[in-house]
Every structure is written in C-alpha cells, then in structure tokens.
C-alpha cells in the first residue's frame, strides 16, 4: 500500500465537516483511500443493484443502519439520497460520519452543491503523484518509461502490460461513464475523438478543427469535451487574465490527467518508441503540468496554474499563481540544459516586472542547478517547483 499524500488533508477535514467526498478518475485510488483512512467505517457501494435500490428506494431506512456513518462509493449513482444526508448530519452534528466517493465530477459536485453546501470537505484524489511513487520505492527506470507507463496504481500494482490495462480501461471507460453522462449514438466516433484529443495534447483547445477532423458538429465537441473533463481524463488549463501590455490569448490548453493513457491513444507502445516520437515535448510538458495540480489537488485546493501568451509570441507554459504575485516556470523536455531554455522566461520577467517571483524551469534532465537567476530543475525535483 503506497501511502497517499491526501490522507492527512482528509483527516484533517473529518474534524470540521460531517460530510467528506472524494472525486477523481476511475482507478485512481480513490476507495483504497477512503478505507485506509477510515478503516473503522462500514464500506457501501452505489454500483451494487441491491444497495442502489434500497438507497432510493427507502433512504431514511438505507441510512438508519448506518448509525456510525459509512464510506458510500459512487454516491453520484444515487441522487436521491443527498437530501436524506443533509437532514441526517444536520441533526446531529457529528463531524467526519460520512464519506462519499465519485468518479464522476458533474454528477457528485452538483448533488453536493444543491443539497450539502457548507457540510462537505472536499478532495480531488488523482493517480499516483511522482513524490508518493519515491517514497512508496516502486521501481522509476527513466523519463520515458513513466511517461509511458502513467501513474495509474494499477498499472503499477498488477502485472499486466500497460498496453492490455489502457486498453480495457478505455473500453470500460467509454460503456459506463460516456453512456451515465450524455448519449452517444456511435461510441467508436467518441473513441476516434480522444484519440485526436491526445493528438492536441498541450496545444491550445480548438472545438472546430476538432469537430472538422471528427465529422461531428461544434456543439458536439464541445459537449464530449465537458465528459471528458467530468470524468477526468482531461483538464484544461485556462490562460492567465493579466494582460503586460499586448493582447492575450484567451483559448485554454487541452492536457490528459495521465500521460500513459494519452500514449496509449497516440499508439505509443513502449519506452523506446516515446523517446523518438514528435509528441514527447508535449508529453513532458503534460507530465510536469499534471504532477503540480496533483499537488495541489492533494492538498485539499483548486489549482492555481494558468498559461500565458500573447499576440506577440510571447508565451510562458505555466504561471503558479501566489496571491497577486506569479512563479513563471518553462517546461523543456531535453535532457542537456541550454541558456535557450530561458529565453521566453526572460522575456516575460521584463514585461512582469514586480508580479514575477522567483522563475523556474523543469526539464528533462538529472541536475539541479541556478542559472541567471532561473533555478533550474530536474524531473525528478518537480514537487520542489
């Protein structure tokens, strides 16, 4: 068992909220969690038939057996009992009796945002983080095998090639989460659309190219691209509002949660092919961007990561926002530090002036190191950035 870094935020929260839910992809970890940290706590899940059933059916009795609270997974699956939690922990204002587990975002926020408001401590729980890998001393070969592989605890766990795993994962994915969220007629087209959404990986998101090279309409795209993020297989990385003088970009940045499950879908299928591929730029890129929101993630907080680019060519690829102030990082995939990697952070330290705190860079190298003030950083350090 690999400790998780969000097990102290979520004991933490069980002291101020009576209410705790846990979000995030399927396979991520999320009710292995839930039952290490409570592990005094009955475990129910809203995937059986049997309980779902009883839950709508009779909620008042479905909790009443519950007099010391349950982990209840999948809670999204049963809307109808979030109004019966509500009277419950409003009664008796215990705090940490439930918690609620859901791989769904849209379905489990807003049951949570119309019935619990103000009662449920929240964490958004995403595969394994580099920092828990360490610690947890699974095996870490190079750069290229962990971008390969992914971060999924599956993977890691069970001796399946990455391959067979992504495979039925995406299979499993497509039947039950795309069919719970939205209709879709032809579910191979839905297919064929994340792999083109892999294909953008790190590229600015655009709804009509998409929609034109899948033969499907803008509403459409715009539609499967909200399941994808409800489901958390992408997010999008919105661009920062500060404007230094030149019109902004205003297009948000398309990157998968995991990149393993996006090398999959490029037809990536092993360390060697990665490292020669046109993608691995933008594959490290989406390996440093999701190992800093899973940081933020594990510690009970929204992100607080923007991009920056203007009309003028001058791009940061991430912005950490502290305050009124923001830590400008370039992310560059080779493995030999060159003075070029600082050119576009320089540029854009001129034009922030006082809003720029220290900069950094992260690239794909072994060593850390300073120079002309950039601290640099290597891939393996990335949760000091």
């Known amino acids: 068992m690999i400790p998780r870094q969000a097990t102290p935020v979520l004991q933490k929260l069980a002291l101020g909220y009576p209410i705790l839910a846990i979000t995030g992809p399927r396979q991520a970890g999320k009710t292995t969690l839930a ?9 129910l899940s809203l995937e059986d038939p049997d309980q779902r059933a009883f839950a709508e059916e009779d909620p008042r009795a479905f909790l009443a057996r519950l007099p010391q609270g349950a982990i209840l997974d999948e809670a999204q699956r049963c809307p109808a009992l979030f109004s019966y939690l509500q009277t419950r922990v409003d009664a008796e204002k215990k705090m940490g009796q439930f918690v609620l587990t859901g791989s769904q975002q849209f379905g489990l926020l807003s049951n949570i945002t119309q019935s619990l408001a103000g009662r449920v401590g929240m964490v958004q729980l995403l595969p394994f983080s580099l920092q828990e890998m360490q610690r947890g001393e699974l095996a870490i070969h190079d750069l290229d095998d962990l971008m390969w592989r992914g971060m999924y605890p599956p993977v890691h766990d069970r001796q399946l090639a990455p391959e067979q795993w992504f495979a039925n994962y995406l299979v499993t994915y497509v039947e039950r989460d795309v069919r719970q969220l939205i209709e879709v007629q032809n579910l191979s087209l839905f297919q064929r659309f994340i792999k083109l959404c892999a294909a953008r990986c790190g590229q600015l998101l655009n709804l009509s190219s998409l929609a034109s090279d899948c033969g499907v309409s803008h509403n459409t795209v715009r539609a499967w691209i909200s399941v ?3 489901s958390y297989v992408v997010f999008l990385l919105q661009p920062h509002h500060q404007n230094f003088g030149k019109r902004l970009v205003k297009t948000p940045k398309l990157y998968f949660v995991d990149t393993g499950l996006a090398a999959f879908l490029l037809g990536i299928r092993d360390p ?13 890129e989406n390996f440093v961007i999701s190992e800093l929101l899973k940081r933020r993630y594990n510690e009970g907080l929204p992100s607080n990561l923007f991009f920056w680019r203007n009309n003028a060519g001058v791009e940061v690829d991430l912005l950490i926002e502290q305050g009124e102030q923001l830590i400008p990082v370039e992310i560059k995939s080779g493995q030999t530090f060159t003075s070029d990697f600082l050119a576009g952070l320089q540029k854009w330290i001129r034009l922030a002036g ?11 190298g072994e060593e ?3 120079r002309s003030g950039v601290l640099v950083q290597s891939w393996k350090a990335i949760d000091a950035t």
Not at 35 to 43: A, G, S
Not at 272 to 284: E, T, V, W, Y
């Open 35 to 43: 039952q290490t940290t409570f592990p005094d706590k009955r475990y």
């Open 228 to 230: 994808l993020e409800a």
């Open 272 to 284: 060697q092919h990665l490292s020669i591929h046109s993608a691995r730029g933008a594959l490290f």
């Open 354 to 364: 006082e809003t720029c705190l220290a900069p950094r860079l992260v690239y794909g």
């Open 368 to 370: 850390n190191m300073t």
